[in-house]
């Protein structure tokens, strides 16, 4: 039962203003104001994919600017030796297990041995003391990274067993040992540096006789008969082949002096001591490490030309990104001010304007960069006309885009009522009108990028633009190195093209991330 | 003369406007260029030299201009090929080239058109649903890679691992002499394949993006309260308006195909239009050159003549020009 009150009864006294002091005009808002911007961010941020797609663009660019600090020794470095040869990094080799440099190919027995044999020469510095191929597994300089299988197959007709060795060989330690030819003074540098840092460079000569079956290969330094077959040799001078197995012990087959020394250089020509030629025997690997001061520790390995591909593919993407960006940018101020112009006077100037559009729109793309590249590469080089010739046509969709919203708002009576207040035309046009442009503007600015990455990758594959120096190269031109010989060096390609399919599959997300957030209502409509 | 009758004749003399106006710019930027004399023995040159001195090579620009076009109209003469095929009429040596692209770009539309379309339905059919997200996301991919990726991975996979098809499309003596023998269209399978993941995947999402559209209209509203089931309703009325806008953009992609799989064609050496226009640069045959200008030129300006007609034609709404 509720206790009644006569509202009228209630004595004079005891009311009293609620609000006799405080002022009643707008209170201020206690959130702060969502600007348009901000609001977009909100939306934006609420985008998965497209802040997945950020970050990965952030990771790439990272990459394009992080790793030329990180390699700048390997800058210009082009090594013929060590071109096309697959991802190697000692450190992830040891922890773990990849990028070991390592290619699996089926060998026959004469091969496989040669190269096996490396790791065992390495070893064996001063022709002392010859191990078996098992001793030297796992040793630095052993190519051999795993013997994954031996076959032994047996011929019809002629009764013969052969045997087929599938196995993974570290590209790089394959290399093995090359002949060279130094001056005096340079073997005396590398003697020095070897005795000093006690990095072993120089190796015993190979004796030249019968048993040395090719004197211009530096590899065979032990005992092989005409046909490359490991042999063992007796007093008598009776060859016996040797056939693999685990613990084959080679013969060496050094030149040696009466002493029985064996002999690290030979006169190869020249008459003064100073001018003297010295035949030398060197371990590439080391010998790397001599001349550039680092050993070859290529993540994605090398490229077509023995640069190092990591360093190419960061200088493409900076490349790209640079077009991209600066067409993008260049594009947008020209196309905002010609469909500024356009839309908002319209008449005979957008009639006459819109035709002039309208016929370089029809301007077959490809033609444009051709005939650019044709007249302008010799005199302001490739990078330069390859922007002109983009900004030349690039413009005109954000132009269109720009004239629709003019024509759009320009009628509103908002206009109309700054028309009257005395607002001239550049005012209108940029303070009232452009404002509401500006999110279509940076939407399409967004998508240029990847349109621009594509092609320009495109026009350096068809090397209509060519792009490759030593300090520049684009990710086009790097697939065009390797599209003749990519099905031998997969590498060559695969990291190339991850890389500009994942920035275009990234720019794309982060385009479409952009139109969602400053135009919610185009949601899900893709165009 | 009816509405359309005056807009076809609209569109076409503004087409053969924008025509001539690139075709002047194009002819002058080619002709500006200093022209090289093929290698040879001093006969040949000299010869050689007498003949374009003949052809008016050497005349001022806006004279040479002149002779190409009464060239053209008298004897559709487009000029000669002096670096491909030595004294080829250029005419001849596009043409010469014309059916292998056609034929592998049809190819990969015959491919393309009704997995992207029915893919395209069924996202739409099942929008927001995880089926359509999925086409939607894989569709998102397959956009942006670049199409010589994947003619990269079909040469991988389908000819490095598998061995199942040729590296390279057969060259015509391959192939029984003719480009429309089966071993030609095996050869040919990788680059249609490479060029249809594309074109898959952007008519999904044209055709989702248009069905969409027309499944939220009132006119379907309508259509099931007279009772049509969702499947008639769909099919009957939704799917036929939304293929207004998707028939033309198959024709003109087809023909922005055959303009722009110049990559496809080098990498997989099909002796079609797009290698012609890289040798022409790479030889400085200018002529050939200027023919391949024209050439797609012709066809971009024919793609977007071909969208805006057929949409006056298939849908009556349309009333293009009226305003």
Redesign the interface.
Known sequence: MKHQIDLNAIPKEKLRFAQLDAKLSDTKFEDKPIGYFHDAWIRFRKNR?SVAATVIIILIVLFAFVVPIFTRNHMGVMDTYYAKKGPRHTWLKETLGIADGGVTGSYSEMDFVRYAAIGVGAEDKDGSSVQSIKDTMGTLYQPLNELIKVEESVNKLSKKTTMRFTAEFDNYLQVGFIYKMVTQQEYQKILDYQNETGLQILYPLIENNEWNPDPTDANYWYKCDKKFNAVTVNEKGKATKLNYSDDLVLEDNYMRDENGEVKFWQYAGGGTFDTAHYKIRILYYNYYYYLHDFFPDYIFGTDAQGYDLALRMAQGIQLSLLVAVAVSAINMVIGAIYGAIEGYYGGAADLIMERVS??LS???F??VM??FQ??LAAKVGPIVSLLLGYVSIGWIGMAYRVRTQFYRFKTQEYVLAAHTLGANDWRIIWKHIFPNAIGTIITSSALTI?GVI?SE??LS????VKLGTASTTSLGTL?ADA?SI??SY?HL?IFP?MV??LL??C???FG?GLRDAFNPSLR???? | MGYMGKYVIKRLILMLFTFFCIVTMCFMLVRALPRELPQGTASQVEQIKARWEALGYNKPLLEQYVIYWKNIITKWDFGTSWGIAFRKPAWDVLTGRLLPTVLVNAYSMVVAVPIGILLGIYAAIKKNKWQDSFISTVVMLFISVPSYVYAFLVQYFLYFKLGWLPLNVYALADADNSWVSWKMIYSMIAPVLALSFGEIAGLCRFTRAELTESLTQDYMLLARTKGLTRAQATSRHALKVAMVPILPSILSSFLGLIGGSMIIEQIFSIPGVGTLYIRSINLLDYDVFMMDCVFYTFIGLLAGIITDLSYGFLDPRIRMGAR
């Open positions: 994919a309208d016929v029809y301007v077959p490809i033609i051709t005939l044709m007249h990847p594509n990758s495109m594959y068809l090397g209509i697939l599209s990519w099905t997969p390609m093209a500009l399919s275009m599959i720019f794309n997300l479409n899900g409509v893709d165009d």
